[in-house]
């Protein structure tokens, strides 16, 4: 970036350096108004820049298996939406500096140690258009990799403070029981679509939550603001995994970048899939019709496509769409304190697009 494009020295973003280029970052979808703004569209540009080569740092290892490992799915790509978000929210509590940058590495790092971890237990395929690791080396190493972008994560967030530190354990606690949650499943005589959005706070909302977190405290906002942003994190983070849920369905993987039905393969009950045993159970006859394809032996690509195909074109799915623009609203609803600016008005487009999208 030259000279002339930088912020001023007294802005936001100050003291950032010069970090790559705007041309080798991209924003994730409904993002555009941050790229169209003159002063906001460096400065976020700049940022991004600087936490793609702290992640590259981050990664890097002198053993040569974990270094491979290690980069394996962050060079597949990613939308990189967690750093982004935290950056926005230190925009919106007081400035971009060098620790929300370092806090910004610190929750992509956290968030693709959980994906090495969550395709073992999946059983997935395809990341980010890529065989997932374990499908390259085996459980233990993807697991061990896991582990190890755990522990830079966790080696990051120690220079940031006590406070930092703290956000950053209570998260891991979540995402940790989250997954087990998930792994046992509802208790006895609970909802299943009560326990699933638990799971869904635990597992994904934890950590966007921590962005805003991260973004708005290490920017010195005032308490109330940092509340704001940790609450339209965790919504908009339930919003974003409930349509990954309806998306697994209906999506392309050409476009996803998995492959459809995988949950349904797993045997993972997502929430199309919670509404569409509901609606069985009261009755609904083409409802009961679609839950015996879903509980075939789903091994054969026939039966997962044909299982795939009658959830899509089942009213379930289109309610678990609503359900997912509903979290969505909620999200753009706790954001109503703050006062208009460009940032706020990019998360808000952002909560749009997360339930408007195909991948």
Request: one cysteine or more; a negative charge.
């Given at each position: ?259 459809p039905g995988t949950d349904l393969r797993e045997g993972v009950p997502t929430l199309p899939v ?86």
């Open positions: 970036m030259t000279e002339s494009s930088s912020p001023s020295s007294s802005g936001p973003g100050a003291g950032l350096g010069t970090g790559l280029g705007a041309d080798q970052v991209k924003l994730p979808a409904g993002f555009d108004l941050i790229a169209s703004d003159e002063r906001l569209g460096p400065v976020v540009l700049r940022a991004l820049a600087r936490i793609e080569e702290r992640l590259d740092d981050a990664v890097r290892s002198a053993d040569q298996l974990a270094d491979i490992t290690s980069r394996h799915l962050l060079q597949a790509g990613g939308k990189r939406v967690r750093p982004l978000l935290t950056v926005l929210a230190a925009e919106i509590g007081g400035g971009i500096n060098d620790a929300v940058l370092e806090a910004a590495a610190v929750v992509e790092l956290t968030h693709l140690a959980t994906l090495y971890h969550d395709d073992v237990m999946d059983s997935a395929p395809l990341r980010r258009g890529v065989a997932t690791a374990q499908t390259v080396w085996g459980n233990s190493v993807a697991i061990l990799t896991g582990d190890l972008i755990f522990a830079r994560a966790s080696s990051m967030v120690s220079e940031l403070g006590q406070r930092a530190l703290k956000i950053q354990a209570d998260t891991f606690e979540r995402l940790v029981l989250g997954q087990l949650h998930e792994t046992v499943g509802p208790r006895e005589g609970q909802d299943p679509l009560e326990h699933y959005l638990d799971v869904l706070a635990g597992k994904t909302g934890s950590l966007i939550a921590a962005c805003g977190h991260f973004g708005a405290a290490l920017a010195g906002a005032e308490q109330d603001v940092v509340d704001v942003m940790v609450d339209y994190g965790e919504k908009v983070g339930i919003a974003f995994q409930l349509a990954d849920d309806v998306i697994d369905v209906v999506g392309a993987d050409e476009v996803s970048g998995k492959t919670l509404i569409l045993r509901r609606m069985a159970a009261e009755g609904d006859a083409e409802a009961g019709a679609a839950v015996e394809l879903l509980d075939c032996d789903l091994t054969s690509d026939a039966a997962l496509a044909r299982a795939v195909a009658a959830l899509a074109a089942h009213p379930a799915t289109q309610e678990a769409w609503r359900i997912a623009r509903h979290w969505a609203d909620e999200a753009i609803a706790a954001l109503a304190p703050l006062p208009d600016s460009v940032a706020k008005r990019a998360l808000v487009a952002f909560a749009h697009a997360v339930v408007h999208r195909e991948a």
